[in-house]
């Protein structure tokens, strides 16, 4: 299984463009998540789907949609990057089956470098 | 919601000393609390999780120990090696998604010296 996987692995943007960044998950899990990471502030929850066909804000949504194309994909979209955008993006999953809370997997991420 | 203060946020120990990182969280509905190890450009990846009925949990030199009434669980490392280097995360996660919703703290960077 490969697992979490995520593309592009680098991108670099103008400000104003957009842009998509693609996550594919092969464990059949339930729940999909997308974080930006920052220096000095951790991973942050951007987005998140519970199960196929549904998705909910997390604590940084500004900036950010998202959808969850089937049970395996969920893509990020910035409509009009800025500056503030440029991050590390990690997707991840979690089986969401048990009615438990269980721990994510973490996809390789995407650096994103806005100018 | 939840907020999670991880401490410190820089640590350097001694090759085959211990190590301790300790955080504290607010909601008190939270039961399951995951640490994860991120290398230099990789992914966050568990090393060890607890639940909120459970006090403490080993896995050779790696152990957490989880305080509910106060509400702060902590990380152990013995007889660290050089590639215990790394930023360590905790994390809690809090009933109230279907999703497994984790919120986690700002990490600490961890330096073995040799």
């Known amino acids: 299984n490969a697992g979490v996987t995520q593309t592009p692995k680098f991108q670099v943007l103008k400000t104003g463009q957009s842009m998509t960044l693609q996550c594919a998950q092969d464990?059949?899990?339930?729940?999909m998540y997308w974080y930006r990471q920052d220096p000095g502030m951790g991973l942050r929850l951007i987005y998140y789907?519970?199960?196929?066909?549904?998705?909910d804000k997390g604590e940084v949504p500004n900036g950010y949609n998202v959808s969850r194309l089937n049970k395996r994909e969920f893509s990020l979209r910035l409509e009009s990057a800025a500056p503030s955008q440029t991050s590390v993006y990690f997707c991840?999953?979690?089986?969401?089956?048990?009615?438990?809370?269980?721990?994510?997997?973490f996809g390789p991420g995407t650096r994103l470098l806005v100018l | 919601g939840e907020n999670v203060e991880q401490h410190p946020s820089t640590l350097s120990v001694q090759e085959g000393d211990s190590a301790v990182i300790k955080c504290t969280y607010s909601d008190s509905a939270s039961n399951y609390f995951p640490w994860y190890k991120q290398e230099l450009g990789k992914r966050p990846q568990l090393i060890i999780d607890?639940?909120?009925?459970?006090g403490e949990k080993k896995d050779q030199r790696i152990a957490v120990t989880l305080n509910k009434t106060a509400k702060h669980f902590s990380l152990h490392i013995t007889e660290t090696q050089p590639e215990d280097s790394a930023v360590y995360f905790c994390?809690?996660?809090?009933?109230?998604?279907?999703?497994?919703?984790?919120?986690f703290g700002s990490g600490t960077r961890l330096s073995i010296r040799p």
């Open positions: 607890i639940r909120s009925n459970v």
């Open positions: 789907s519970a199960s196929e066909g549904t998705t």
């Open positions: 991840a999953s979690s089986p969401s089956t048990s009615g438990h809370q269980e721990t994510q997997y």
């Open positions: 994390a809690a996660s809090p009933p109230y998604s279907s999703a497994s919703k984790i919120i």
């Open positions: 464990m059949n899990h339930n729940s």
